[in-house]
Antibody, heavy 118, light 110 residues
């Protein structure tokens, strides 16, 4: 079955960096794009970034552009989110999700919590 | 940027009743680009409807989606206890690709 497992969350000070990982299994990883979507405590969903199936294209929300970088290692079936210059407003549960038809997210991981606090 | 506005913010109904949730876009969007998700407390969202009206794999047929242009609706024909959750609509915008969600509708037991 399709599985996405996030890891790498934790508590980090403002201005520092953190890298999240999303390990995929149960499907042909190289056929699918992968997104990161976040949810601040008690708030709604916010799309963060996407990487194409072959890594050829990446896109970001304005709120994270120039600070976050999405990448993938198809030999490890893993997608990464490098988060630099973290701010308090980046505090959220970060989900990775498989792209469906380019327009949707059909499978989601269980999420990993990132807390930015001094 | 297209903004999605969901209404009502909270909907209080009883099991067995019909639920109608609304999602309005600030400008016309393609029906292909509109999806609905369900999220229960402590869980990841789950895709319910894509392309405005197509049910995702394994979704019961009591869930249906409709609409076009700027107005979209998620209908749950007969509420089951497990349907009480928060529902989000989501749209895709191209050039460059971007994805936005509505603020959510909480469906609670009356």
């Amino acid at each position: 079955q399709v599985q996405l497992v996030e890891s790498g969350g934790g508590v980090v000070q403002p201005g520092r960096s953190l890298r999240l990982s999303c390990a995929a299994s149960g499907f042909t990883f190289t056929n699918f794009g992968v997104h990161w979507v976040r949810q601040a405590p008690g708030k709604g969903l916010e799309w963060v970034a996407v990487i194409w199936f072959d890594g050829s294209n990446t896109y970001y929300a304005d709120s994270v552009k120039d600070r976050f970088t999405i990448s993938r290692d198809n030999s490890k079936n893993t997608v990464y989110l490098q988060m630099n210059s973290l701010r308090a407003e980046d505090t959220a549960v970060y989900y990775c999700a498989r792209d469906w038809l380019t327009w949707n997210f059909d499978y989601w991981g269980q999420g990993t919590l990132v807390t930015v606090s001094s | 940027e297209i903004v999605l506005t969901q209404s009502p913010g909270t909907l209080s109904l009883s099991p067995g009743e019909r639920a109608t949730l609304s999602c309005r876009a600030s400008q016309s969007i393609s029906s292909s680009y509109l999806a609905w998700y369900q999220q229960k407390p402590g869980q990841a969202p789950r895709l319910l409807i894509y392309g405005a009206s197509s049910r995702a794999t394994g979704i019961p047929d009591r869930f249906s989606g409709s609409g076009s242009g700027t107005d979209f609706t998620l209908t749950i024909s007969r509420l089951e206890p497990e349907d009480f959750a928060v529902y989000y609509c989501q749209q895709y915008g191209s050039s460059p690709p971007a994805y936005t969600f509505g603020q959510g509708t909480k469906l609670e037991i009356k």
